[in-house]
């Protein structure tokens, strides 16, 4: 029991549960949500003004501080109606102004969620869109002269062209949705953990450096097997 107290620590386990919902529905949302803003983007001419806007729109959840964006979106889920979502529910008639959005566990890990989308999304597009700029334009050319279509075209050309871009995003997005920490730790501070902020509380607030490290450990151990896993099926390796 010394060296698997982890396992029956129930704090533990629905962190590692949690942060493991948490970064795969992120990544997978900000994948398609970054792709779709990529071929957006990519679509207007490279010194357009209309592209020159939308990447710098696009930027802005990106460029402002996590911790501030974190507040932010904690104001916004007021839990009355001061909260932003809470008035817009009531307007719509969802609610009655007074849902918990980051009291109630049904809502919480939603709410995490939401705020990295969000905050992330720009990200993947940012490096989509680079991966999207060394395609050459030819070969959609002859696509169009052979009769394929846009999906045609997106399926035989853009997706497997955009395979190692598509690779280098998961695995950084993955890498830092698995130790999140600041989203977590700002706006739920210990109501609910991720891995990294249970590893944070125990060791800041119970001083237990061993079970800190074994945390740390199993932190690193995700992240290893996801990071080889897209090196692997993307097929990144033997390019």
Do not use: C, H
């Not at 997005?173 to 698995?178: E, G, I, S, V, W």
């Amino acid at each position: 029991n010394r060296y698997v107290l982890g396992a029956s620590d129930r704090d533990f386990v629905r962190a590692v549960w949690d942060t493991m919902v948490f970064a795969i529905v992120t990544v997978v949302l900000e994948l398609i949500l970054g792709m779709g803003i990529a071929l957006v983007i990519n679509g207007f001419p490279a010194r357009s003004v209309a592209r020159a806007v939308i990447m710098a729109v696009m930027l802005v959840p990106w460029a402002i501080p996590t911790a501030v964006s974190s507040r932010m979106w904690q104001w916004m889920f007021g839990p009355t109606r001061t909260g932003l979502f809470n008035v817009v529910f009531q307007m719509l008639g969802i609610g009655n102004g007074q849902i918990p959005f980051l009291t109630d566990e049904r809502y919480q890990l939603a709410a995490m969620i939401l705020i990295d989308v969000w905050k992330t999304t720009p990200f993947l597009a940012l490096l989509l869109l680079a991966g999207l700029g060394i395609i050459s334009k030819d070969l959609y050319e002859a696509a169009n002269v052979d009769g394929a279509g846009k999906f045609r075209q997106f399926v035989s050309i853009t997706l497997p062209l955009l395979r190692p871009a598509i690779a280098v995003a998961l695995i950084f997005r993955t890498l830092d949705a698995l130790r999140v920490f600041d989203v977590f730790q700002i706006v739920l501070a210990q109501s609910r953990y991720s891995m990294a902020s249970y590893t944070y509380y125990q060791l800041i607030g119970t001083r237990a450096m061993g079970y800190t490290s074994a945390s740390s450990v199993v932190i690193f151990l995700l992240i290893l097997v996801f990071a080889m896993a897209y090196i692997r099926l993307l097929g990144v390796e033997s390019e």
